[in-house]
């Protein structure tokens, strides 16, 4: 007997429309092709501004909420990037110049027109008015642009009480947000991420042991600058200085302005480090012993080079604190929070050997020592590799862990596990078939015969799945939880 899966009619497609304005520097970064273009500008008379601007303005001022607010915040960007040529910035500027200036050091970014996928989904912290029996919940995404740049997006909607999703429009714009970077890092902890990195070039000493017990990110930065003065840079310890600084950039915070809809805004990477973006955010709602709540993920982040799983923790979904996840276990993708501890610990599950799913217990939630491998591919449609798609959801009969399977032909399927309450690190219930497999509409993609999730919900019965489609596009789907459970306890 197999378990009945519904698929629901929400989709979400790749919307090519849905754009940010972000900072861009011609060339190289040694600045001289942006000083040429600031001359050029510089050259202008006022009447030449004037034209130019408004050119500009009309052009993208209604596809931005306040475009001229980022031409300046640009301007200084190219200022501060510049700042060692003090004769190019020597005259007084008009505001008009300086966003002229800004709006040749911007660009355009469609932030999902190659792909909309995996997603997860949880509660809305700010449940309102809504329908009797109703639910409001917020979807995450996985938004792919130009150069396979990922970002995490935001759809709202509600879940009725008989488990129909209406999602509210997007709006009409995409905001970035304003990027603050924690400034005191503690160089132990520092150093002991690098080495889980497998980061240890002769280099690392040389910056570190200029720096006290902590530093700031300019007192690294300055000791980056003495050391690479006095020897030669390899391209193996460019890469190293990269992953430093890159670490370093790793902890920040950004804050949305609360005139912004939820799905406007998009947490990009900040980071010149992250090039290949943030990927595979799954959210969850953690309820502390205090009865707190925080809504975490995890993700990955990566630069073509090295990756580094990070943690999002919001309260509201407007400010969010970005932080690494430390620990020799973490080093791979997979990491799923549960949303409580147990016996006071924190828990979560990994997949550090890339192919197994182990338990972790921490009494730090940015730091995991700790790993028991927990289950091994076992059927054939999981031989490959295995892993979750999302946090454990708790029943009173047990954590249902949502897992994904590689088979042949590198067919992703999404299969099940029934965790003991007290003790996860036994399973006590296993599906020996796939949950969900993609059908033939859901085949095509970027990533063939692929079907992924970051976190399910359950609600009025239901277990509310919403999964990528082949790395393309989403959709959802919902399955009884009592049947589910029925069919892991005697499969």
């Known amino acids: 007997m197999t378990v009945t899966v519904k698929r629901l009619p929400n989709k979400f497609y790749p919307d090519p429309a849905r754009v940010i304005a972000k900072f861009y520097l011609p060339g190289s970064d040694d600045g001289k092709r942006a000083k040429i273009i600031i001359n050029r500008i510089l050259a202008f008379s006022d009447q030449e501004v004037d034209i130019a601007l408004n050119e500009v303005l009309v052009d993208f001022s209604s596809r931005h909420r306040n475009i001229t607010k980022i031409f300046e915040k640009n301007f200084d960007t190219v200022k501060d990037i510049l700042a060692s040529d003090s004769g190019i910035f020597s005259k007084h500027l008009s505001l008009k110049r300086k966003l002229l200036i800004g709006s040749y050091f911007t660009l355009e970014y469609a932030i999902e027109a190659a792909a909309f996928f995996n997603p997860s989904i949880i509660e809305d912290p700010n449940q309102g008015t809504r329908d009797e029996g109703g639910t409001r919940v917020i979807v995450s995404f996985r938004a792919v642009g130009e150069g396979h740049i990922s970002s995490i997006v935001f759809r709202s909607g509600i879940l009725t009480r008989d488990n129909e999703l209406i999602f509210k429009p997007a709006g009409r714009f995409v905001d970035l947000p304003e990027a603050l970077k924690l400034h005191v890092y503690d160089k132990g902890q520092f150093l002991e991420k690098l080495h889980e990195m497998h980061i240890q070039k002769d280099i690392i000493g040389a910056v ?11 007192d690294l930065q300055e000791s980056i600058a003495r050391v690479t003065r006095d020897i030669p840079l390899t391209y193996t310890k460019k890469k190293v200085i990269d992953s430093m600084n890159w670490l370093a950039s790793s902890h920040y915070e950004i804050t949305f302005s609360l005139d912004t809809d939820l799905s406007e805004r998009v947490v990009f990477p900040v980071s010149a480090h992250e090039s290949n973006g943030i990927e595979d955010a799954r959210f969850v709602k953690f309820i502390d012993d205090d009865g707190s709540i925080t809504y975490f993920a995890t993700y990955t982040a990566y630069d073509g080079y090295t990756i580094l799983p ?27 929070l549960f949303p409580r501890k147990i016996r006071g610990r924190y828990a979560m599950i990994s997949r550090y050997d890339g192919v197994n799913n182990y338990l972790m217990f921490s009494d730090d939630i940015h730091a995991w020592h700790d790993a028991r491998k927990i289950q091994e591919p076992q059927y054939p449609w999981e031989f490959i590799q295995l892993g979750n798609c999302g946090s454990p959801l708790e029943t009173e009969k ?41 059908n033939e509409e859901e085949r095509e993609g970027y990533v063939p015969n692929v079907v992924y999730s970051c976190g399910s919900l359950i609600r009025n019965g239901d277990l509310i799945i919403p999964y990528g489609m082949s790395d393309y596009a989403s959709g959802f789907a919902t399955v009884k939880v009592n049947e589910l459970l029925d069919r892991l306890l005697n499969d």
């Open 208 to 218: 570190m042991d200029r720096l006290g017990d902590s530093f700031l990110y300019r």
């Open 398 to 438: 047990g954590w249902l862990l949502i897992t994904h399977g590689v088979g042949p032909m590198r067919r992703y399927s999404l299969g099940a596990v029934l965790l003991a309450l007290e003790d996860p690190s036994h399973i006590i219930g296993q599906l020996r078939e796939p949950l969900l497999v993609a």
């Open 310 to 336: 990070k943690s999002i923790e919001t309260k509201d979904f407007y400010h969010f604190k970005i932080r690494p996840i430390h620990g020799e276990y973490t080093q791979n993708k997979d990491l799923a």
